[in-house]
């Protein structure tokens, strides 16, 4: 997937009038967008940023209009199975409309059409987080929209992801709708990637097969001084 981003720190200010002693005060947040292409075929993406509707991150806000014939598939890790929404006809049907996209969360993104198409996702960083990673299979993201490593060894260039021993990732690969699969075992990755660390993109969201008592995946992002 092609993804583009830009995050705008943004300060506002509040100050009392006319008095001497009046305070500033100051609230800070970061708000943008990411652009997240969406190829013929199946995509497993993620919506990195919280937005701003009465119930947050609902898939119909986040895609209100896409082509006709799209599906959109969340796992279920309690069951392996999924729940499926459609648009057609000019509407989004299916197992359950309030079907969110959390950051931190992914899905599968079923582009029915030949050609491309975009979703702007757009809302805050959630600068604190910690995503939870059960036993077996889930698909998960880093809810802070920023590429790179999964690294155990260079947690300064890396997503901070909490690998542990015997931890599979498995990265959708849209052209052959097959797995990149890297494993850590022995305090290092092997696998697809040739003892590489999964450099994960943003936007993307990837499965994650994990051993009992899993650590979360804890983030925190700050800015400024």
Do not use: C
């Amino acid at each position: 997937m092609r993804t583009k981003t830009l995050l705008l720190t943004a300060a506002l200010t509040a100050a009392g009038a006319a008095t001497s002693l009046a305070q500033a005060v100051y609230s800070q947040n970061i708000v943008g967008y990411i652009n997240v292409t969406n190829y013929p075929g199946y995509n497993l993406i993620a919506n990195q940023l919280n937005n701003g509707a009465t119930v947050p991150n609902k898939v119909v806000d986040l895609m209100p209009t896409p082509p006709e014939g799209t599906f959109v598939f969340k796992f279920n890790p309690a069951t392996g199975g999924y729940t499926t929404i459609d648009f057609a006809d000019g509407a989004w049907e299916g197992d359950d409309l309030n079907l969110k996209a959390n950051p931190g969360e992914g899905i599968f993104v079923k582009n029915a059409t030949a050609n491309p198409f975009t979703v702007t996702l757009l809302g805050e960083v959630q600068l604190t987080s910690s995503t939870a990673i059960g036993s077996g299979y889930s698909i998960v993201s880093s809810v802070i929209p920023a590429g790179g490593s999964l690294s155990a060894v260079a947690p300064a260039a890396s997503l901070g992801f909490p690998v542990q021993e015997g931890d599979f990732v498995y990265q959708f690969n849209r052209l052959t709708g097959g797995y990149i699969v890297n494993d850590f075992a022995d305090n290092a990755w092997e696998g697809d990637g040739n003892g590489a660390a999964p450099q994960i993109a943003v936007g993307e969201a990837f499965f994650v097969k994990a051993g009992a008592n899993h650590p979360a995946w804890a983030r925190t992002f700050t800015v400024g001084p």
